[in-house]
């Protein structure tokens, strides 16, 4: 018995990447099923299909409105009897009226020591612009369960990386990912499978 996983993508997919290759050696507890990007010219769409794993493209702009939008992902999701949803560089914020549907089932990585350099228009390399502009000395990445507040959900797993002297946002960026990101987010979502799989033997 497994946990059956949708991961959610925008761009190239190399958290996406991180969750195929550990298959079978961290990631024991779920399967990855799906993979649904809001970006038809995802990269992530292309590793998903060289894994053999279903995909789907759901474009915001082709609904009428945000609840349209969310009810048709709800309506994939639940046509694939997804159980857990892992947001791996999903640029699209959901609302409460999709994660109440999903109360700790949805997961999300965030390239950051949350509380620090998070919410509303923390992404990207704007995160470690962030962080380079304050002067930490410490950044990291964490997995926290989503909720309708942006990077506002219970805390999972957190990774520190050291900020080293002459770092751009590029090159924190890519040590973030390598040190923290990719190593958490099986972690995590092996951690939370096994949680869903203890529940579910208890029912």
């Not at 990447?17 to 292309?46: C, F, H, M």
């Not at 794993?53 to 709800?74: G, N, S």
């Not at 900020?163 to 972690?187: F, K, S, Y």
Request: charged residues 20%; hydrophobic residues 45%.
């Amino acid at each position: 018995m497994s946990v059956n996983i949708a991961v959610l993508v925008s761009g190239g997919g190399t958290n996406l990447q991180a969750l195929l290759d550990a298959r079978g050696s961290v990631l024991n507890s779920g399967r990855i099923a799906l993979v649904i990007s809001n970006n038809p010219t995802a990269y992530a769409l292309e590793r998903a299909k060289r894994a053999g794993i279903d995909t789907a493209v759901v474009v915001k702009k082709d609904f009428p409105t945000q609840a349209a939008f969310e009810d048709r992902l709800h309506g994939i999701l639940r046509e694939h009897g997804i159980d857990l949803l892992i947001l791996a560089g999903f640029m699209t914020i959901l609302t409460e009226g999709f994660t109440s549907r999903w109360p700790r089932r949805i997961l999300n990585v965030h390239p950051s020591l949350i509380p620090s350099f998070c919410g509303a228009g923390f992404y990207g390399l704007r995160v470690h612009q962030a962080a380079l502009e304050y002067g930490v000395k410490v950044t990291g990445a964490t997995v926290h369960f989503v909720n309708e507040i942006p990077d506002g959900g219970e805390i999972i797993a957190q990774k520190a990386v050291d900020i080293l002297p002459g770092d751009t946002p590029e090159r924190l960026q890519r040590r973030v990912m390598e040190q923290a990101e990719w190593i958490l987010l099986p972690q995590a979502a092996e951690q939370v499978c096994r949680e869903l799989l203890s529940a579910k033997a208890a029912d």
